[in-house]
Structure formats: C-alpha cells, structure tokens
C-alpha cells in the first residue's frame, strides 16, 4: 500500500521558519520524482517546488530564494524547508511523488499570520 504522509505544519509569523516533512512507504523511493503543491482557500492548486532523483530541483518563481526542497534516499523522506513566509504562503501543502504513476499525500495546513 502506497502512503505519503506529510506533517511539520502549524501556525508561524511572517518572517520565520518551517520544515515539512513527507515520509513515504510502498514505492521505490530512490526513482521517484518528489514535490510539494499547495492550495490555498479559494485558489487553485499550484506547484511550489520538485526534486528528482539526481537531486535536481525545480522551484515556483514567488517561493525561489526562500524555500528549500531536499530528500532523504535513506528515509523514504522529503523535505520542504521554508524560510521568509509570507502570509501568502499560507496554504494546505500536498506531497507528490512520481514515476510510473502519481500519489499524493493528504496534506498539511501552513497558516502564516500575525
């Protein structure tokens, strides 16, 4: 059974810091191209930044700078650290993770507000 399960999300101010975390069980991590979509209330679902296998990654223009996207082979795990939020990135967080075919995980609420 294929899970992806995100977690490290919550409340934080503008100008800090968050990582969130996605641990994947079920598919062969290590092929696998890994991101991270957000959906904020009453807008559409949007890329925020990919990793493939070699490490190469891929970042959405407004978060390029300040957020981070890394994986850990070892842990079936990927990672979105995210420093500088703004309260537009507040958003539900969707892990991804592609190959053959795609999943998603169930998401995380980051609320970024004062």
């Known amino acids: ?8 999300g919550g ?7 968050l990582r969130l975390s996605c641990a994947t069980s079920g598919i ?9 979509y957000r959906q904020a209330p009453g807008k559409q679902r949007e890329f925020v930044a990919s990793i493939i296998s070699d ?5 959405q ?12 082979n070892a ?3 990927v990672y979105l650290h995210m420093t500088s939020l703004k309260p537009d990135d507040t958003a ?4 991804y993770a592609g190959w053959n075919t795609a999943y998603w995980g169930q998401g995380t609420q980051v609320t970024v507000s004062s």
């Open 55 to 59: 490490r190469r990654t891929n970042y």
């Open 1 to 8: 059974q294929v899970q992806l399960v995100e977690s490290g």
């Open 61 to 72: 223009d407004s978060v390029k700078g300040r957020f981070t996207i890394s994986r850990d």
């Open 11 to 17: 409340l934080v101010q503008p100008g800090e810091s």
């Open 75 to 77: 842990k079936n795990t």
């Open 28 to 36: 062969n991590f290590s092929v696998y191209t890994m991101g991270w």
């Open 92 to 95: 539900v967080y969707y892990c």
